[in-house]
């Protein structure tokens, strides 16, 4: 069981990414799968989650209407379309696997998770 996590990078304020995470030894979509971010000096906090049936829970109000949580079947893959990033969206973004079938911000909650990949976002 593995997630792969990639995408981050550094973006100007404004600008756009996309983060990809690859699941493998496992079917993603029989799973709620979320998205963390723990920035430096922070604890690690939910973004967002993506569940089992259709739609997306997103834990930050700071987030909403910017980010687009979503899992592609066929791929195996979750992914976190994020618009309009601002520099206090600067983190580490982990993906991770729920342990039962219900979304939860609480990270004991997961049992698999990516190895994370880095948003800095500056000008």
């Known amino acids: 069981v593995q997630l792969q996590a990639s995408g981050g990078g550094l973006v100007q304020p404004g600008g756009s990414l996309r983060l990809s995470c690859r699941a493998s030894?496992?079917?993603?979509?029989?799973?709620?799968a979320a998205w963390f971010r723990q920035a430096p000096g922070k604890e690690r906090e939910a973004v967002s989650c993506?569940?089992?049936?259709?739609?997306?829970?997103y834990y930050l109000d700071s987030v909403k209407g910017r980010f687009t949580a979503y899992r592609d079947i066929m791929e195996n893959t979750l992914y976190l379309q994020m618009d309009n990033l601002q520099p206090e969206d600067t983190a580490v973004y982990y993906c991770?696997?729920?342990?039962?079938?219900?979304?939860?911000?609480?990270?004991?909650?997961?049992?698999?998770w990516g190895q994370g990949t880095l948003v800095t976002v500056s000008s």
């Open positions: 993506v569940k089992t049936g259709v739609g997306s829970t």
């Open positions: 030894g496992f079917t993603l979509g029989y799973y709620p």
């Open positions: 991770a696997r729920g342990r039962g079938p219900e979304c939860s911000a609480d990270p004991q909650s997961y049992r698999n």
